[in-house]
């Protein structure tokens, strides 16, 4: 990874995001909160940039910056956007608050030539140790919510994602694993080692 | 609320004629002559010309969008708490221009003007004219301003077909355009409610073909029209709110066929205000022009993705939760079209129970968006970075 690049919004994944986006490429930002990354984007890599949000505040600090962003609830599919309009489409910390994160997966191998998807990891072993010894569920910096007011429907660990790639045909190009803000590069047993991760995905 | 006003205003006239246009081709294939515009500006235009915004009314509004005319506090804008030092469309730094439609009845050329080859009103001898034509005629009020590059085009409602039109019609000009509370074609329910309120017109006696002018004028079909439109305007909710099931000055019920309920007596005020201030032809001819409006049959042979592969400017959409006139699929049509060509598009769905008159009632959010927008547009423009 790029030293250079600025750790965005005090998080590492944001920053490994940017650093994989091709310079001058198009670019759909799925929950794109303030546009901090698209921001980013746009100024340092010359990206063609677009937002999609579903809080106003967000969407007015996205309108502020100049970026283009639409209103729009991610369980509901993208009818107006054409297959493979965008080079890469993010979806950066959300899936695990989806309805059907299955359909948005789709939706995004079907509009983006490729998905870069980021999502704490249930597997953690941090996690494992609070529900086996303590009975409860877990709770960390990347799950900070109680398990009434969580916005967190569909939690998965990195070998649930790893399975669904490999049975749906979806290829993983690339993948990076975190652990607070620190890149883990050369992690044994991601899945019981690693609280994070970001990965490129592309249809085989 | 900043209660900031541009202060004292004047309209100002400008003829076509002045700089050699004896008439304009309508749409219709028409030519029509002499026009005249009536406008008003607010703020200055800076030394490259950058910072001009054109307003485009609606159905019964006027070029008097800010500031007082005559002594202050006398006769606000319609868009006062909108226009203004500070507010959305800021006039310390914008140059705000907004001016009467064709075919009005507040200064520019309209079915009540004086048609020179007769010496009487035109009446229904003028022109049918379209969103279009309106727009042609904004156009040589801004060359006559000298100005080349709009910064915006804002408009609500009939405002907002308006400046759709602007970013078809003349893509090289705004640099940005902001639709609100509007539709890419009038869907079969707006053109029925528009019918309804032309045929009330068109049946009070006193309409006389159009020819009313200098004698009684036809009040009741304009107050009917004008009471149905109202009723498109709220919602159900913003009814129910306002008036809910009271009587007005009274606790029971009278068994005759009175005004009873207040939105009885508020439709029928609103109705009898809006005999004195609007002539009865322009309605006609303004609900026609609505009517007519289709931007992807005009621009794309029928698909609004054709009609809008030329547009160059940055699109605001902004439609409200409850507005069942316009409603937001309608606004989501223009958006889902501008997305599929790839266009710089931002769309806001506005929650607000308040129906269509909402984009002349939720303030707060709306300057909030088109404030920032039309700075980081403004910014954009000028090569500069936001924060």
């Known amino acids: ?181 620190r890149h883990q590069a050369g992690v044994i047993f991601p899945n019981l080692l690693s609280e994070g991760c970001v990965i490129l995905i592309e249809r085989i | 609320m900043n209660d900031k006003s541009v202060g004292i205003v004047e309209v100002k006239c400008f003829n076509l004629s002045d700089t050699g246009e004896s008439f304009i081709e309508l749409d219709s294939g028409k030519r029509f002559g002499p026009i005249s515009v009536a406008y008003e500006t607010y703020g200055s235009l800076n030394d490259d010309k950058s910072n001009a915004i054109l307003i485009c009314h609606a159905l019964s509004g006027s070029a008097h969008a800010a500031g007082f005319h005559k002594k202050e506090g006398h006769n606000p804008g319609w868009w006062e708490n909108f226009v203004g030092p500070g507010k959305a469309l800021d006039t310390d730094k914008y140059f705000i221009i907004c001016s009467n439609i064709l075919g009005g009845c507040m200064g520019t050329t309209g079915p009540s003007s004086t048609d020179p080859e007769t010496g009487n009103p035109y009446g229904i001898s003028f022109p049918v004219v379209t969103i279009g034509d309106m727009v042609k005629v904004q156009k040589r009020l801004i060359d006559h301003l000298g100005i080349k590059r709009l910064l915006n085009v804002i408009g609500g409602s009939m405002g907002g077909m308006q400046a759709l039109e602007w970013i078809l019609r003349y893509p090289d000009v705004p640099m940005s355009c902001a639709i609100i509370a509007a539709t890419s074609r009038s869907s079969a329910q707006s053109i029925a409610f528009n019918a309804v309120g032309r045929k009330a017109i068109i049946s009070d006696k006193r309409w006389k073909d159009g020819n009313y002018y200098g004698g009684d004028l036809p009040c009741d079909g304009v107050a009917i029209a004008r009471m149905i439109g109202h009723i498109t305007y709220l919602s159900e909710e913003s009814m129910h709110k306002k008036f809910g099931r009271r009587l007005q000055d009274k606790e029971e019920f009278s068994y005759d066929f009175s005004n009873e309920f207040q939105v009885e007596s508020y439709l029928d005020h609103q109705g009898n205000k809006f005999v004195e201030r609007f002539d009865a032809n322009s309605y006609l001819y303004v609900t026609k022009s609505m009517d007519y409006f289709d931007a992807g049959e005009i621009y794309g042979g029928g698909k609004l993705e054709t009609a809008f592969e030329n547009i160059k400017a940055r699109s605001l959409i902004l439609s409200f939760t409850s507005d069942w006139l316009f409603p937001p699929h309608q606004s989501k049509e223009i958006v889902d079209a501008l997305m599929k060509t790839g266009k710089d598009i931002t769309y806001i769905n506005i929650k607000s129970s308040y129906g269509h008159d909402a984009f002349l009632i939720e303030m707060d959010t709306q300057a909030a968006i088109i404030s920032k927008f039309l700075m980081a547009t403004y910014n954009k423009l000028h090569g500069r970075g936001n924060a």
Request: net charge positive; hydrophobic share 40%; aromatic share 10%.
């Open chain 1, 1 to 181: 990874m790029n030293k250079n690049l600025p750790l965005l919004e005090n998080r590492a994944d944001l920053s490994t995001i940017a650093d994989w986006i091709a310079e001058g490429s198009s670019v759909l930002d799925l929950g794109c909160g303030k546009g901090t990354l698209l921001n980013y984007l746009i100024r340092n890599k010359s990206v063609n940039g677009m937002g999609i949000e579903i809080d106003l505040k967000r969407i007015i600090s996205c309108i502020e910056k100049g970026i283009p962003v639409i209103e729009h609830d991610l369980n509901e599919k993208f009818d107006n956007i054409k297959d493979n309009a965008y080079d890469y489409v993010i979806l950066s910390q959300t899936i695990q608050e989806l309805t059907f994160p299955e359909l948005l997966i789709n939706e995004i191998l079907r509009i983006g030539k490729y998905g870069i998807v980021s999502f704490p990891n249930f597997g953690f072993l941090h996690v494992r140790l609070q529900l086996f010894f303590r009975g409860r569920m877990p709770k960390s910096m990347a799950l900070p919510h109680d398990w009434y007011n969580t916005p967190n429907i569909h939690l998965l660990t990195l070998a649930d994602f790893k399975e669904f790639c490999r049975t749906r045909g979806i290829k993983i190009k690339k993948i990076v694993y975190f652990k607070g803000h």
